[in-house]
């Protein structure tokens, strides 16, 4: 007997826990609308009362927004505009992207929404996608004495990363990233020694950095995107893989080992120009982005010096030896296509207003003396 009845009010005090949020909220919800009803009235006084317990406890966010709305249009009526501009900027952190017009909402709520901005001063997103390298030759160096056919194709990479960009104002914002890319070309060299062929596989790894100038549109659901910027290009690591094929007679005699380092051969540090745009499309307070880029590399990242011998700096590399290449000085382009996610950090806030007078009375007269 006394088991069931611990069961009994062990269900009955849950089922009464499930039932208080709903209660709460629906007791709530007519405190909002006996707000509304004594707004109406013009009884504006009374609100702040009325609707006390429910903004500490009880509203959702949706019904603290309408209330912070009438508390805002109350104080506006009441002449007292320190409450309203709070009351004003509570709403907004309940509802960052409201935007009040003078079709729908009262002219004096149109006129204070114009102290404020949400407009968030950082703003983090992340990107992945693929790549494709394309080595641009400055100068051709090879250790072949017959004229050979090089045919240089572009191999598909990887990159993913992140970013923050600085807002200046709605559309314009400068911007740095982090991006971790996989790059990747390969070189098919013919008529070596007029019969033998020479097959060559890049690989690197980077780190990239941009610094970016950035202008996108800051209305609708799709919202077109471009920038502008310079990268510096960290090389991580550069291998190769090369196969030598000797045509002797009807024989083939294909020489392959492993992968070469060419890493001590590059520079570590490199530079490039940076160009691209994109879309946005809006869902929610977040967006997700297709991005297409391009990286036009300013640096050759063939070592001169470094070029023919191993990382000891005497020693002929197994590239030359075996293999017969050497590294052309050249420059690396990036054609690199992305899709991303943006999360704003929004910041409500009121709007500083400094004039010309005001900003350089601040920048040039020494603190403390007054004119």
Not at 5 to 32: I, M
Not at 181 to 195: D, P
Not at 330 to 356: C, E, H, T, W
Request: charged residues 25%; proline residues 5%; aromatic residues 14%.
């Amino acid at each position: 007997m006394f088991l069931l009845a611990r069961r009994f009010a062990f269900f009955f005090f849950l089922l009464v826990g499930l039932a208080l949020p709903s209660f709460s909220q629906q007791n709530c919800e007519e405190v909002l609308n006996q707000a509304s009803a004594e707004f109406d009235a013009g009884r504006f006084y009374s609100l702040p009362a009325v609707l006390k317990t429910c903004l500490e406890k009880g509203f959702t966010q949706e019904q603290r927004f309408r209330a912070y709305y009438l508390l805002a249009q109350a104080y506006l009526v009441l002449d007292d505009p320190i409450a309203a501009e709070d009351s004003y900027l509570k709403l907004l952190r309940e509802n960052p992207e409201f935007v009040p017009n003078e079709k729908n909402d009262p002219i004096d709520l149109v006129y204070l929404s114009r102290k404020f901005t949400t407009r968030p001063r950082f703003t983090p997103h992340y990107r992945m996608g693929a790549n494709i390298s394309v080595p641009r030759v400055i100068y051709d160096v090879n250790t072949f004495s017959s004229d050979v056919s090089i045919d240089r194709t572009p191999q598909v990479g990887i990159q993913l990363g992140a970013g923050l960009d600085w807002n200046i104002n709605d559309r314009w914002s400068i911007g740095a990233e982090a991006n971790f890319a996989t790059k990747s070309f390969s070189e098919v060299v013919l008529r070596v020694a007029k019969e033998d062929k020479a097959e060559i596989i890049d690989r690197s790894t980077w780190l990239d950095v941009p610094i970016l100038v950035k202008y996108s549109y800051d209305s609708g659901k799709w919202r077109p995107f471009a920038y502008v910027g310079l990268a510096m290009n960290l090389l991580l690591s550069s291998n190769a893989s090369l196969t030598f094929t000797d045509y002797t007679g009807n024989n083939l005699k294909p020489s392959e080992g492993p992968d070469e380092n060419l890493a001590y051969k590059r520079n570590f540090l490199n530079k490039s120009i940076v160009v691209g745009g994109g879309i946005k499309y809006k869902i929610g307070k977040d967006y997700i982005y297709v991005d297409a880029r391009y990286m036009m590399g300013l640096t050759n990242l063939t070592i001169p010096e470094r070029n023919y011998y191993k990382a000891d700096g005497t020693t002929l590399a197994n590239t030359v030896t075996e293999y017969q290449y050497t590294s052309d000085f050249f420059r690396l382009d990036n054609l690199s296509l992305s899709v991303g996610y943006i999360r704003p950090i929004y910041d409500p806030r009121k709007i500083k207003k400094l004039s010309a007078k005001g900003f350089f009375r601040k920048l040039f007269l020494p603190k403390g003396k007054k004119k």
